[in-house]
Each structure stands twice: as C-alpha cells, then as structure tokens.
C-alpha cells in the first residue's frame, strides 16, 4: 500500500491538478477570514470551505490516470486496493491542507470570542477546529468518493452531484462537517470552544463505508 | 503461482442491462504455461484478458486462484508526469520491488527493449512504440507469476518484437504463466501449449494448430554425458528432438525460444555441450518479427 500511496502522491504532485482547487481554498479563505476576527468564527469558516475541495481533490486523484496505466497498477495489486490509494492519497492531501490552513488562521485570528469579550486561548481554539477540519475534510473525501468513478463515470453526472453533495454535507442538519462546524460558530458566540469528536468519529465511520464501497465496485464497474 | 488462475462458468456484460460479451467461459491457465486467445475484432477477447488479469470482477461464474499478475495493455499512453524511469521505478514497488532493485530492473528492462536512451525522457515526450516499450518493461519488472499481454506487440519495432517473444519464453521457463492476444498468426508460432478462440461469447479450445510448430526452427546439436537423456525443461520447450547419435541430439527450436533451451542445457548438472547452432535453413531473413 506504501508503494501505491506514493505512486499516487507523486502523480497528483507533478500532474499540478492540485493547483486550482488549492489556490481557490486560498481566495475563499483570503476572503472570509482577515486577521483579528474572533479565531473560533474563522476556524469554523476555514473547515466548511475545505469540504468541497477534499471531494474536488478526491476527483482529481480518481480520474488522474489514463485507463490503461490505471490497469496495469489494478493487475499488479488489485483494483480495489488501486483505487483506495487513490481515495485516500486524497483525503490526506486534504488533511494536510487542513492542518496548514487551520494553524494559519489560528495565528492570525483574535484569541476571542465575538465582540472581542470573552478570552479564547489559542491552544484551546486550535484543538477545537482540527478535529473540525479532520471532520470536513473526512466527509469531503466521503462526498467526492461517491460521486466519482466507479458510481458516476460521466463528468456530466460526476461534478453536478459532486457540488451538490458537498453543499448539502455541509448544510443539512444532522451532517457530521455541519455539526462540527456549527459547534464552533455557536462557541464563537459564546466563548467557549467545543470538541466536535462525536462529528470527527461520525465522519470517520461515513468515509470507511463510502471508500470501502467504492474499492468494492471499481472491478464490478469498469472500465 | 501457488494456485491455477480457474475460471468457472464465468459470464461478464456491462451495465444491468447490457448484452452478454462473455457466457459460460471455463478456463484454467497453469504455471509455465503459454496460452493464446484468439477472435475476430470485438468478440469479446480484451474483456477476457481483463477478467484473468482480475481487473474485472465476472457478473455471474466464479474466478479463483491470485497469481501475482502484470498487464500490458494494448496502447499505452503517455500522459503521465513522469520520466520513463520514473514511472517504471513506481510500477517496480508496486510490483512488490524495493526501490533500488526496481530502479535496477527498469534500466536493464529498458535496455533490453532497445529504449535506455529514453530512461530521462518525460513520457508525454515519448513515440507510440517508446511508450509501448515502458509498458511492456512495466509488466516484465516484478517477475509475474501470470502474464496477460493484449496485443502488446502492436507498435513496437521488429528487434523489440523478438525481445518480447524472448521474454515471453523465459517467463514460461522460469514457471510463469503467459496469456496473450496477437493478430499476427505467427506470434510465437508452436510454442503455445493452448490455443483458444472467442466466438459467441464462448471459448473454444483450438486442437489443429497447437501440436505442429509453424515457424522456422533453429537447429542446435547438443551433447550431453555418456547415455544422458534430454533435461525435461529443455525437451519440453523444443519443437522437435532427434537423438543422431547416443547422448548427441539435434533439436529444432522455435527463434524465440533457443536462449531459453541453450540456458537450460548449459546451466544443467552435468552441463551439457552445444556442438553447433544452425539459423533455420529455409529462412532467408533472421527476423522473426517481421509482418506481412
């Protein structure tokens, strides 16, 4: 699996695909978040923007390959294995971007709540949004998992429902990424930063069952 | 292999609703064994190929028995962001390969295909038969226990061609099994020990062509210790033996398959002594690859 997470690595690195869902996490963040606003508002701003690009990332890596390359992996360890390496080099790529964005913004942001009354130490802050951002990050992965090869192979279909699961994972009650990210706009208004690992386990339990459906169905459903 | 690769009563269609491309397929590929499939256009030979190679999963029937396998499909293209050394280093550890052996394979792998001059070469920079070169190395790197071939000669040059026919031979030699497909009617001519044809959806085992050898034959004249009988490896992968005098034989080998047979006898316990190697007498061309 070593082997196959770092031939993925390495072809999502140097194919530049990253570049346009990064540098649009960047705009979206330039925009939402500016220094000195109260930090739990910005980290809950920061996770729900990643969702949409863990998926993005994740439709990257799936459809990175050509179909004959992608075979010749699939023949040597399994198409079900290939396609989770590609599944998850995305979802850590996402985590990576994460963590960054999460501490970036947690440097720069007020170490308080809104109004600027109650004091939300930094630490406590960054604790808070991590397992938020793992969250979103996680069901992101979970969305552009099942909304790709071998579900929806048309880009048609792909991308439409990709959007409008990720928009929906982020807003529908009952989401684990909303739940996570609610968390911390209300603890922004109140001034004290929850632990959305209830969020993050749910996430967790989500993805597992999304990626290990659509390892299962890659040799049912292709080429 | 530890196992055969057995197909059982395998059928595969795509989509629900889709007509059947295979149906009722049995099928059983032993170690060290050469088998050939062969089918008009759009028979259904590819789906087949992808069903042994375990890309697929078969919609009713059942597939059993996990050689390690290697695939080379039939065009390969380059649009991949890597050197050819590059990619064919990944491939290696995919394979199973730690990096520095596999880096070592891909430049002997690369050499022996006549294309070490592109080992820096970024793939979308490659020619057709260049990146065909890169896929065929990508599946010979990791030593497969099950090769599937699906017109992998298709766009390589003719000293490639024969190459790969060796290669073919010594997977075969060395208790891999080889599956492949190939237009070309001459492709390894007599060294097949099955042919199959896909027709209706259906397999049908070929019994005219796989007992008489079709191509020319090298004749090699060997002779061994006093009353010693031919290595079984050796005689297996010779056309045609004929003891001319006690302990001396005269063998008729298929072009891609001489290395295989010479190595056999010389690395043999007591080692055996080539008295003489003949190109085919009737074949004014020593180029077994070239097509009509």
Request: glycine share 10%; charged share 15%; with cysteine.
């Amino acid at each position: 699996m070593t082997a196959l997470l770092r031939y993925q690595a390495d072809l999502l690195l140097r194919s530049q695909r990253w570049l346009p869902p990064v540098i649009l996490y960047a705009a979206f963040l330039g925009i939402g978040v500016q220094s000195g606003q109260p930090v739990l508002d910005s980290l809950g701003y920061t996770a729900a923007g990643l969702l949409p690009v863990a998926a993005w990332l994740v439709r990257i890596c799936v459809t990175g390959e050509p179909d004959a390359a992608r075979a010749c992996v699939a023949a040597a360890r399994g198409p079900a294995r290939a396609h989770l390496a590609c599944l998850l080099t995305a979802l850590l790529a996402s985590v990576a971007l994460g963590v960054v964005a999460t501490v970036v913004v947690t440097l720069i942001s007020d170490p308080a709540s809104n109004g600027h009354q109650i004091r939300v130490p930094l630490l406590r802050a960054a604790a808070a949004g991590l397992p938020a951002t793992l969250t979103c990050a996680l069901l992101g992965a979970a969305v552009g998992a099942l909304t790709n090869r071998p579900l929806l192979r048309s880009t048609g279909r792909a991308v439409p429902a990709m959007l409008l699961g990720a928009l929906l994972a982020v807003v529908l009650t009952g989401s684990p990424a909303q739940a996570a990210v609610s968390g911390l706009v209300s603890g922004s208004r109140t001034g004290r930063a929850p632990l959305p690992l209830l969020p993050a386990a749910g996430a967790t339990l989500l993805t597992a069952v999304a990626f290990a459906v659509a390892a299962r169905l890659t040799a049912r459903r292709s080429p | 292999m530890q196992h055969d690769l057995r197909l059982t009563a395998v059928g595969r269609r795509y989509g629900i609703r889709g007509p059947w491309v295979l149906r009722g397929v049995d099928l059983t590929v032993t170690p060290g064994t050469l088998t050939r499939i062969e089918g008009a256009n759009g028979t259904g030979k590819s789906t087949l190929l992808r069903l042994l190679a375990r890309l697929d999963a078969p919609t009713e029937g059942r597939v059993t028995g996990r050689p390690r396998t290697a695939f080379v499909p039939e065009r390969f293209p380059s649009a991949l962001p890597f050197t050819a050394l590059g990619y064919l280093t990944h491939l290696g550890t995919v394979h199973g390969l730690s990096r520095g052996t596999a880096r070592r394979a891909a430049g002997s792998w690369l050499e022996r295909f006549g294309a070490a001059a592109y080992a820096g070469t970024p793939m979308a920079q490659l020619s057709k038969g260049s990146s065909q070169k890169v896929a065929v190395a990508q599946a010979l790197l990791g030593d497969p226990e099950l090769l599937v071939l699906d017109e992998a000669w298709t766009g390589l040059d003719a000293a490639a061609r024969a190459e790969l026919e060796r290669a073919v031979a010594e997977r075969t030699a060395a208790g891999g099994a080889v599956v492949f497909v190939d237009h070309d009617p001459r492709r390894l001519a007599g060294a097949p020990e099955a042919t199959y044809t896909v027709l209706d959806g259906g397999l049908e085992l070929r019994t005219d062509s796989g007992s008489s050898p079709a191509g020319p034959l090298t004749l090699v004249t060997v002779r061994g210790p006093a009353g010693g009988q031919l290595p079984p490896d050796a005689a297996r992968a010779a056309a045609s033996a004929e003891e001319t005098a006690p302990g001396t034989y005269r063998l008729g080998i298929a072009a891609s398959h001489s290395d295989v047979v010479l190595r056999t006898l010389l690395t043999a316990r007591p080692p055996w002594h080539v008295v003489s190697v003949a190109p085919p007498p009737d074949d004014p061309a020593p180029n077994p690859g070239s097509r009509p």
